[in-house]
């Protein structure tokens, strides 16, 4: 389903990091659908060229680099290929990222660090490097961080991703006061369960063969998420509606988040 008009976003050149895959690839795909030309980056070359091959026969104007979003001199290279590849750069989605599920009792140092390296780290690393840029050019940007919807709540098990998480959350709302000057909008959102191959593999050794059923149990709506309707927000957050809009984070989870409801219901 087309929501927004093809060439809502025309002339916009977007960044999607985790891009060859899954929620960042649905991103990608619909940033693309509404006329901006993508650039897609991750680590495994070849499901980045399948991505991008994909792309490009549906009529998106798409690039992709294997890089690494913790080693900074890599990242400064996505930089540089997208500037190469489309002249300029005005959409940022930090997409890439994970963890494992853990008891934390039995986190180590390294697997702790490991996670906190990922989601926060490399998230700061290229969110800087672009925002560089954008001050550059003096056009402007719309960054977004594709968080999860248990921040503030937490969640057992992943101690290290929600404290990465919240860092970036921090950061962010920090970055939306020092880059507005530049008109440079920094917006998160916190995804509910969306069901997508690295979901999947993340969690199946440890949360058991139902765990998909167990959450949307819990979900008011009653289903998953649909990955189109990331994209969708991310494309708003990306275009002139939101053009007074930052520092904000949105929950997408189906009500998730609210719990169960209270118990007393008044009639
Ligand atoms: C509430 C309502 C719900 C609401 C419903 C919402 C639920 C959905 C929640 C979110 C879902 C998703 O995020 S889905 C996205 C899933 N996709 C991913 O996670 C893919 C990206 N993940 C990764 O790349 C990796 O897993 C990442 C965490 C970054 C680790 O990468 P590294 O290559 O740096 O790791 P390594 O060098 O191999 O290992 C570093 C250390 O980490 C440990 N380590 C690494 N992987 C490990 C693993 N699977 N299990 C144990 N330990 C592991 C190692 O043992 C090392 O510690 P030592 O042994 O001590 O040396
Ligand atoms: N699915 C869900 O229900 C939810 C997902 N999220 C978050 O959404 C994002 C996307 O998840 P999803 O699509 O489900 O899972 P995926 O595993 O498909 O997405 C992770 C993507 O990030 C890339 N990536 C990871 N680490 C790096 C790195 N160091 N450098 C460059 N790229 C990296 C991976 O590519 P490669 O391995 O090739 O580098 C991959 O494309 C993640 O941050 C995830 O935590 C949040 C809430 C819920």
Redesign the pocket.
């Known amino acids: 389903m087309q929501i927004f008009s093809e060439n809502l976003l025309a002339n916009q050149v977007a960044i999607v ?9 649905q991103i990608a795909k619909t940033l693309g659908e509404s006329g901006a030309k993508v650039v897609i ?4 070359k070849e ?2 060229e399948e991505t991008r091959n994909e792309f490009v026969k549906e009529g998106i104007e798409t690039h992709a680099i294997s ?4 080693v900074p001199e890599q990242v400064q290279q996505l930089v540089d290929f997208t500037v190469g590849s489309f002249g300029k750069v005005d959409i940022l989605v930090n ?5 494992f599920p853990k008891k934390s009792e039995e986190l180590t140092p390294n697997g702790w660090n490991a996670v906190i390296h ?2 926060l780290n ?1 998230t700061f690393y290229v969110t800087q490097a672009v925002a560089k840029q954008m001050i550059k050019q003096g056009t402007g940007g719309a960054i977004t961080n ?4 248990f921040l503030h709540r937490g969640a057992p098990g992943i101690a290290h ?1 929600v404290a990465a998480r919240n860092g970036v959350y921090g950061m962010m709302r920090t970055l939306a006061l020092e880059w507005a000057k530049y008109n440079i909008r920094i917006n998160s959102i ?10 999947k ?2 969690m199946a050794s440890s949360a058991g063969p139902h765990f998909i059923e167990q959450v949307t149990q819990d979900v008011p709506l009653g289903r998953t ?1 649909r990955l189109q309707e990331l994209g969708w927000l991310v494309t708003y957050l990306s275009c002139p509606a939101a053009e007074y809009m930052t520092g904000e984070f949105i929950v997408i989870d189906g009500g998730n988040s609210l719990g169960r409801g209270l118990t007393f219901v008044p009639y």
């Open positions: 990091t985790g891009g060859g895959t899954g929620i960042g690839k980056a991750g680590r495994r499901v980045l890089i690494d979003i913790r997409n890439a990222g994970g963890q990922n989601n490399g594709i968080l999860v919807s991703s916190g995804p509910g369960l969306f069901v997508t191959e690295g979901m593999e993340e998420g």
